[in-house]
């Protein structure tokens, strides 16, 4: 009992005038808890407890106040918060379905599982037909990767409540992580009929017909996309990304999702140091410290850091894993936690308590990403780096790294944050990768052994119809030749395979990858003669492991960061001949080296001279170049001045 009797006694009443029966109960439990005589604290009690009875003989609901309230407290990210001052409420009314759910949504968000469902089940034995419950444990499971449990709570939520178009949007959400991406788009569809005004479940739907290939589905929608996510409601901007190259809308929608999705206070920030930290602290926070594409990218930086300038910590909230890539990281690192099953909030005490200097979020928006975490403010100063091709639109979010390519001066004001300007290209790329030795003939891994293969695997959901049909008229004039391309899915082999078919060109000259291992996977680039690239969302690391094969990429520069990717890797590596500015450049210069074997010839001489000479190989300098941002960030934060945009020279 913090406060003395009489105080307490005193704050119960003021409860009770209030209407606050359940604070007041909690404060007369307190007192009698210690002092079971005190007459006072008994009357009042008894009283109450009166009071309490009569109300419910009309009632077995709280007043609409208190839900209001803890409803903002969760909002606010206050869970914790919200857990103390449900549990008085439920005391006092037992039946109030409403609090045991939210109780379990914070549970949720504290990763508490089985708790959280504990009180949805509660709420269940009063009201077996409560949808919402159900809805709720669904989203529950979806956070445990329980999918299937996940999908048939939804579905049971929705044969209770057929309009339930939150659950058919979650069941959509749900299918898709199980890689059912015609029944995901159904349910995108069924949300969209009962609320045709539903953004988010649009985007989402459209997001998977991407994926699929789907054009003439997108094109029912192509008026609306401009608008999808830009005025109030809040979708996840990276599901429009390859539908538009509009780097303006694309800020605005980062920004009213972090505005929506984001609204907690961060902890307060710890006094700035008297002197600067001989070692920076930096932490990497992820889900990808495992065989990943992010992975294959970063792992030799962690190695090539300077001990004696940085300490490197690194949170990993993905998967468990025990394979080369997380091995690889946990021996470069100073310290390597699993934070997975941590709250964001407690994340980022962590990440206080372990006293980060700089905190880099490798995940931006993409999926299994915990912005909250930095919403909290894990540390001074927070940085967008690598997974997330685009501005998050958060004021939370200090810095973003890129290059001029990326990110030319003028193009400033379409990002948020202030611009860690790199020398050469923003993308590290581990110089030591292995490609396998394993022999193959293009007869067994692609094609006829004499045909031209115009080769892309980027994913599926990045071709669009203006690039796919530059590639058939290609096809129509190369004789023999094929186009080979990533399998993501059985959808998208066949829709791509149909629009082959509509423009002339037969669907047996696609022929579709599948997955090797990263070894086998750069090997087999060889065996193609030419990478196309795709426009909104260009080759990222695809584009650098055809580079670090020997393979030319051509591309078109486009508006937005997803859109000048490859072009910023070629300018990296010298190869500014491949870089086009125009879809009529784009097509005339893949022609004229599919048909001038002597100019393609030459092409992949330089590549494979500037391959291990120029900057785009060279872990080492882009890490002492990266090393030099961080630090130059740091200085800001200390001379107390505010992020603004730092341009790294370039090191010998």
Not at 499 to 525: C, M, N, T, W, Y
Request: net charge neutral.
């Amino acid at each position: 009992m913090s406060l003395p009797v009489e105080k307490a006694l005193r704050k119960a009443q003021s409860h009770i005038k209030a209407g606050e029966l359940a604070e007041a109960e909690e404060l007369y439990k307190q007192v009698l808890s210690k002092f079971p005589k005190n007459k006072k604290a008994i009357q009042g009690h008894e009283k109450l407890k009166a009071e309490i009875t009569s109300k419910s003989v009309s009632t077995t609901e709280p007043p609409q106040e208190q839900f209001d309230e803890l409803v903002s407290l969760y909002r606010q990210g206050r869970f914790e918060e919200v857990l103390v001052k449900v549990k008085p409420v439920i005391s006092l009314f037992p039946k109030a379905i409403d609090f045991y759910n939210l109780q379990g949504v914070a549970n949720t968000a504290l990763k508490r599982y089985d708790i959280a469902v504990a009180s949805f089940t509660q709420a269940l034995k009063i009201k077996p037909d409560c949808a919402l419950a159900h809805y709720n444990i669904g989203l529950t499971m979806m956070r445990k990767g329980d999918i299937d449990a996940a999908i048939n709570s939804y579905e049971y939520a929705i044969k209770l409540n057929p309009s339930y178009a939150d659950a058919c949007l979650n069941l959509g959400n749900a299918l898709h992580l199980k890689g059912e991406l015609d029944a995901a788009i159904h349910g995108y569809k069924q949300a969209l009929k009962i609320k045709p005004d539903f953004e988010i479940a649009r985007a989402n739907k459209l997001h998977e017909q991407t994926h699929i290939c789907d054009w003439t589905g997108i094109q029912q929608d192509s008026e609306i996309i401009p608008i999808i996510g830009t005025l109030k409601q809040e979708i996840r901007p990276f599901a429009v990304l390859a539908l538009e190259d509009a780097p303006a809308r694309h800020r605005l929608r980062s920004e009213i999702f972090a505005k929506n999705e984001f609204p907690q206070k961060p902890l307060p920030l710890t006094p700035k140091p008297s002197h600067k930290p001989k070692r920076l602290r930096i932490g990497y926070f992820s889900a990808d410290f495992h065989n990943h594409a992010t992975m294959y990218l970063m792992a030799k930086i962690f190695e090539a850091h300077d001990p004696e300038k940085l300490e490197l910590y690194a949170y990993s909230f993905g998967d468990e894993a025990n394979d080369e890539m997380r091995q690889r990281l946990i021996n470069s690192v100073d310290v390597f936690d699993d934070v997975k099953m941590m709250s964001d909030k407690d994340i980022a005490l962590l990440a206080r308590q372990d006293e980060i200097d700089i905190a880099i979020d490798l995940k931006g928006f993409t999926i299994n990403s915990r912005t909250g975490i930095f919403a909290y403010r894990a540390a001074p100063i927070q940085i967008s780096y690598l997974g997330y091709p685009g501005t998050m639109g958060a004021e939370f979010i200090d810095y973003i790294i890129a290059d001029k390519v990326v990110i030319p001066e003028k193009d400033k004001p379409y990002y948020s944050e202030s611009i860690i300007y790199l020398p050469h290209s923003y993308q590290v790329n581990d110089d030591t990768r292995v490609i396998s030795d394993r022999t193959a003939t293009k007869f067994a891994m692609c094609s006829p052994e004499h045909g031209f293969v115009f080769c892309c695997f980027n994913q599926n959901y990045k071709i669009s119809p203006a690039e796919f049909n530059i590639w058939m008229r290609l096809l129509g004039k190369v004789d023999g030749s094929v186009l080979w391309l990533l399998k993501s899915n059985k959808w998208a082999e066949s829709n791509l395979r149909v629009e082959a078919e509509k423009r002339g060109v037969s669907g047996d000259r696609l022929i579709f990858a599948e997955k090797l291992p990263q070894a086998e996977h750069l090997a087999r680039q060889k065996l193609a003669d030419l990478f196309l690239d795709t426009f909104n969302v260009n080759a990222h690391t695809t584009a650098s492991d055809a580079l670090w094969a020997g393979l030319p990429v051509v591309t078109k520069l486009g508006q937005g960061f997803a859109a000048r990717v490859a072009g910023s890797l070629l300018s990296a590596i010298d190869m500014p001949e491949l870089i086009t500015e125009t879809e009529q450049e784009y097509e005339s210069l893949i022609l004229d080296l599919a048909t001038n074997p002597e100019r393609l010839g030459a092409i992949k001489l330089k590549l494979a001279a500037n391959r291990l000479s120029k900057p785009l190989f060279n872990t080492e300098l882009f890490t002492k170049h990266l090393e030099d941002g961080y630090q130059r960030a740091y200085q800001q934060y200390f001379d107390g001045k505010k992020p603004e945009a730092i341009y790294v020279p370039e090191q010998v």
